[in-house]
């Protein structure tokens, strides 16, 4: 079981980047997908959750308009799109595959928002 978060880098401010996460070891359609995050000094959010079933996803305060997160059950791929970042939103970014008691994390990835 595992998940391999990639994509992160040094950005400016007003910039973008796609997190990408591969999952294996797991029926992954069946679990619920989301993206994390955690900035120095603080405690791990919730940046965006997608449903196993699809639908709606769902999306912290502080990200929504400018973050998208996306699957592809094919794949067994997780994505998460970053527009219009912020130095705010520097963090390390973790993929979470979580179904019923079973909770799998991924290394994070560091997004940087710098100039």
């Known amino acids: 079981v595992q998940l391999v978060e990639s994509g992160g880098g040094l950005v400016q401010p007003g910039g973008s980047l796609r997190l990408s996460c591969a999952a294996s070891?797991?029926?992954?359609?069946?679990?619920?997908m989301s993206w994390y995050r955690q900035a120095p000094g603080k405690a791990r959010e919730l940046v965006a959750v997608s449903a196993s079933g699809g639908g709606r996803s769902n999306y912290a305060d502080s990200v929504k308009g400018r973050f998208t997160i996306f699957r592809d059950n094919g794949k067994k791929m997780v994505y998460l799109q970053m527009n219009s970042l912020k130095s705010e939103d520097t963090a390390v970014y973790y993929c979470n595959a979580n179904w019923a008691s079973v909770s799998v994390w991924g290394q994070g990835t560091q997004v940087t928002v710098s100039s």
């Open positions: 070891g797991f029926t992954f359609n069946s679990f619920d």
